[in-house]
């Protein structure tokens, strides 16, 4: 089992910035990706942004390319996604993924709400 524990989000104006960040904790030794998700009132759970847990090969949503920010630090098993330059369509709840042994970890989700 993974445990993921999400930090960071809240209430920003539009061209603002925000942090996120997602610490794992149980059985990390075999993390193959990790990454954001995040889902509006009344859409489905889309796919933000990933990393590479071992080579740091990264991959952006058209939506969110050149604004948003992930990185990892492998020491600590935490994930990091950087948002800048923040729009109205970026609010939702952002979750945190970890893709370990053919399964899905999910983190409890941070709520992003950016003001126009």
């Known amino acids: 089992q993974v445990q993921l524990v999400e930090s960071g989000g809240g209430l920003v104006q539009t061209g603002g910035s925000l942090g996120l960040s997602c610490a794992a904790s149980?059985?990390?030794?075999?993390?193959?990706?990790m990454g954001w998700f995040r889902q509006a009132p009344g859409k489905e759970r889309e796919i933000v942004t990933t990393?590479?847990?071992?080579?740091?090969?990264?991959y952006y949503a058209d939506s969110v390319k050149g604004r948003f920010t992930i990185s990892r630090d492998n020491a600590e098993n935490t994930v990091y996604l950087q948002m800048n330059s923040l729009k109205p369509e970026d609010t939702a709840v952002y979750y945190c993924?970890?893709?370990?042994?053919?399964?899905?970890?999910w983190g409890q989700g941070t709520q992003v709400t950016v003001s126009s």
């Open positions: 993924n970890a893709h370990r042994a053919f399964t899905n970890y």
């Open positions: 149980g059985r990390t030794s075999s993390i193959r990706i």
């Open positions: 990393i590479n847990w071992s080579g740091g090969t990264t």
